[in-house]
């Protein structure tokens, strides 16, 4: 029979949700904990939400995007109530580099049956039939919920301050509300993540990557599929709810925030047929956490026993693929060799995993 392990896992974005609902799934002694009074407050929050694994990714990655898809689908067969679009994308003049298996070249007629609001339409675009979008709030929500009929505890207004060790092993973490005791630390915590290690000793190489997300009112559907090109990226969240996303590129007049969201919301009035009547409810910067090479950071510290480490960017994407994997690792004491290459001790060796 195997130990239950006190695990803790810190952050209530759309990673630490999944672990936790991958972790509770097994019956062991987890608990959330979150700064704010509810999940995906920070970069979950503003996510554009695509579950985008077409895109070409480094061949030692390569496994965990094909297999994002399936894991969905899992996911949908154990919780009914998860709501995800499967839409597809549809993308012209941007740089294609989706794997030439899963996109589908279409015409102008085509692309006008897929798409009958745009108002200018390309001579041949790429569908990549496969993907999805989902409501990152709701569905991080949701996985609290879930992982708290399995059993799991969640506290939210409770800030992780300090890990605490003895000797090479973590023993618990000190919170805004007291300690708690774990056998094991899972650092689900996104950008924030260097700011929680660097008291024990090492660097995390995540840095802050600033996204836009413009949410507006619609009197209608506008969009079918996930429509990205040159002049904009957009989709449906729902029915009455229309989404954008777009770089960030600083904070000038010109360029800030505010300045970006409000051409991107004219971009799409002037582009879509009925889009006159959109309503701009919101401008938002996100945070996305970007490990040093883009790829995922997960696993356990080599000198520190119990401290799991969650990051990585597409999290959308990747969250339930890699949680399931993750929690078999936490349970089971093995190794799985899906993860291997997502190790932190890539960036402190030679091997180049580009």
């Given at each position: ?25 097994q ?5 959330l ?6 999940a995906?407050?920070e ?5 554009f939400?695509?579950?985008?694994p077409?895109?070409?990714v ?14 969905y689908h899992e ?8 709501e995800i679009?499967?839409?597809?994308a549809l ?18 007629q085509q692309?006008?049956?897929?798409e ?12 990549a039939y ?16 879930k992982?708290?009929?399995n059993?799991?505890?969640?506290l ?12 090479s ?32 000793g090492?660097?995390v190489?995540v ?10 009112k619609s ?9 990205s090109n040159?002049?904009f990226e957009?989709r ?6 229309l989404l ?12 800030g925030?505010?300045?970006v ?39 356990f510290?080599?000198?520190?026993k119990?401290?799991?480490l969650t990051?990585?960017?597409s ?7 890699i ?9 089971n004491n093995v ?5 291997e ?14």
């Amino acid at each position: 029979m195997k130990k239950i392990q006190k695990i803790v896992v810190v952050g209530a974005g759309i990673v630490g949700t999944s672990m936790t609902y991958y972790l509770s799934k097994q019956n062991q002694n987890v608990t959330l904990i979150e700064t704010n009074s509810t999940a995906a407050c920070e970069a979950t929050n503003k996510s554009f939400g695509w579950i985008h694994p077409s895109y070409q990714v480094s061949e030692n990655y390569r496994h965990l995007y094909d297999a994002s898809i399936a894991e969905y689908h899992e996911l949908e067969k154990e919780i009914p109530d998860l709501e995800i679009k499967w839409d597809g994308a549809l993308t012209w003049e941007v740089p294609i580099d989706y794997e030439e298996s899963r996109k589908q070249p279409l015409n102008r007629q085509q692309i006008i049956e897929l798409e009958p609001n745009l108002k200018e339409y390309p001579e041949e675009a790429y569908y990549a039939y496969e993907e999805g979008a989902l409501d990152p709030i709701l569905t991080a929500k949701l996985l609290v919920k879930k992982a708290e009929e399995n059993g799991a505890s969640v506290l939210f207004d409770t800030k992780a301050m300090q890990i605490i060790t003895e000797g090479s092993k973590v023993v618990g973490v000190n919170t805004s509300n007291g300690f708690l005791e774990a056998d094991v630390i899972v650092v689900a915590t996104g950008a924030a993540i260097p700011e929680l290690c660097k008291p024990l000793g090492f660097d995390v190489p995540v840095a802050p990557s600033p996204s836009i997300l413009i949410r507006m009112k619609s009197k209608e559907k506008l969009i079918r599929t996930l429509v990205s090109n040159s002049k904009f990226e957009a989709r449906q969240l729902t029915d009455d709810l229309l989404l954008a996303a777009e770089d960030y590129i600083d904070e000038s007049e010109q360029n800030g925030p505010e300045a970006v969201g409000k051409r991107a919301f004219e971009i799409l009035r002037h582009n879509l047929k009925g889009g006159e009547k959109l309503e701009l409810e919101s401008i938002q910067v996100g945070l996305r956490p970007m490990p040093e090479d883009g790829y995922p950071i997960v696993g356990f510290h080599d000198e520190i026993k119990g401290l799991y480490l969650t990051v990585m960017h597409s999290a959308v994407t990747l969250a339930p693929i890699i949680s399931r994997l993750a929690a078999n690792e936490i349970i089971n004491n093995v190794q799985m060799k899906e993860l291997e290459s997502c190790r932190l001790i890539r960036f402190l060796c030679e091997v180049d995993f580009m």
